[in-house]
Each structure stands twice: as structure tokens, then as C-alpha cells.
T-cell receptor, first 113, second 114 residues
């Protein structure tokens, strides 16, 4: 089983600036995956980025990158050059051998013009 | 568009009734997951099927059941509905191999119980 903790219920960032969303997790498994999902007001769950735990290299997708610290069980999301369309609820999630996702409580990101 | 299709998108029903939510996974995906998102309990895993077999159970009530059919589509049946069952129900799917375990979500089915 996994647990995922997001300690920042709300964050804000100025347009074009950089923001980092925090996430810590706990799992007893050696083979697991970590994800960040975005949920805009439409409520659709959109995959932002994925990290395989066995890979040391941090995943990057355009303006989104992660800082994966395996020993510290930390998985933060950095959004560079923030845009108004980045405003959403962001969920950190972990999946293990059974593959279903365990989600954190989410961080509501506001982008200020 | 994630490729995961859910119907209906919105549903309003009365307490005590039964509803069925339907999900078609992405082409080639063998795993189907059901999640419930409510205001007070966040995103909760309900149940997972893999190639027609139940793989894992989460916080799924006994009043709820699911199945995955030979064509891999899945249905979530909710019965004896209560006001507290009002939520957004997501279906998700994945292909499930070591380098490709990415889970994609459908747009969800909004259930309102009145």
C-alpha cells in the first residue's frame, strides 16, 4: 500500500514565473511509479508527467519537470514559465505492483496575470 | 482526448435507485480502474479489472459492483443509492507493461442522488 501527502492545499504564481508543488509518498514496494495529474475546472484528470522509480533521471515534459528524491521519498513538480491555462488542481499519485493509483489531497494552483 | 470513454456524463437519480456507469478503455489497454471523487473524501480507488478478472479492490461499498466484459469495456453498478453517493466517478485504463504503465482517465460520470 502507498500513502501520498501534499502539504500545500493552495499555491499561487505570477504568470511567466516558476512554481514548485511538493509531494511526499511512502511505499514498501521497490517497483513503483509516480505521477502528477492536473484537474482543471472541467474536472477532467489530465496526466502531466510520469516517473518510473527505477529511473534516476528526473522526468521532463516541456515546461513541467520533477525533482525525484528517492531516498527522501519526495516527488515535487516544477512548472516553468507559468501560463493562465496552468491554473488547476494538481494531484500527486503513486502506483505500485497492483498498478492502481493512490492520490494525494491535491494542491490548488492559481496563476495571477 | 484520453481515449477512455465514459457514459453517461451526467446522471440525476433518486435515493434507493440503481444506476449503471459504462466505460470503454483506450484501444489496447487491458486494465480498467474505477475511482470516486467526492468533496469530503477526495479521489478514492474503488476497483480494478485486468483482462476480465478482478485484480484489486479498494474502498468499494457492498452496494456497488463492477465487471469487465470480453470486449474489455467495464460497467460500475451502484444500487440502493444514498445522498452520499453523489460524486464524480472516473474510469481509467492502462496497458500495464514495465515501461508503459501510464493510467489515462475518462472525463467522468457526474452522479447526483436526490
Amino acid at each position: 500500500a502507498q500513502t501520498v501527502t501534499q502539504s500545500q492545499p493552495e499555491m499561487s504564481v505570477q504568470e511567466a514565473e516558476t512554481v514548485t508543488l511538493s509531494c511526499t509518498y511512502d511505499t514498501s514496494e521497490s517497483d513503483y511509479y509516480l505521477f502528477w495529474y492536473k484537474q482543471p475546472p472541467s474536472r477532467q484528470m489530465i496526466l502531466v508527467i510520469r516517473q518510473e522509480a527505477y529511473k534516476q533521471q528526473n522526468a521532463t515534459e516541456n515546461r513541467f519537470s520533477v525533482n525525484f528524491q528517492k531516498a527522501a521519498k519526495s516527488f515535487s513538480l516544477k512548472i516553468s514559465d507559468s501560463q493562465l491555462g496552468d491554473a488547476a488542481m494538481y494531484f500527486c499519485a503513486c502506483s505500485g505492483s497492483a498498478r492502481q493509483l493512490t492520490f494525494g489531497s491535491g494542491t490548488q494552483l492559481t496563476v495571477l496575470p | 482526448d484520453s481515449g477512455v470513454t465514459q457514459t453517461p456524463k451526467h446522471l440525476i437519480t433518486a435515493t434507493g435507485q440503481r444506476v449503471t456507469l459504462r466505460c470503454s478503455p483506450r484501444s489496447g489497454d487491458l486494465s480498467v480502474y474505477w475511482y470516486q471523487q467526492s468533496l469530503d473524501q477526495g479521489l478514492q480507488f474503488l476497483i480494478q479489472y485486468y483482462n476480465g478478472e478482478e485484480r484489486a479492490k479498494g474502498n468499494i461499498l457492498e452496494r456497488f459492483s463492477a465487471q469487465q466484459f470480453p470486449d474489455l469495456h467495464s460497467e460500475l453498478n451502484l444500487s440502493s443509492l444514498e445522498l452520499g453517493d453523489s460524486a464524480l466517478y472516473f474510469c481509467a485504463s492502462s496497458v500495464e507493461h514495465r515501461s508503459g504503465n501510464t493510467i489515462y482517465f475518462g472525463e467522468g460520470s457526474w452522479l447526483t442522488v436526490v
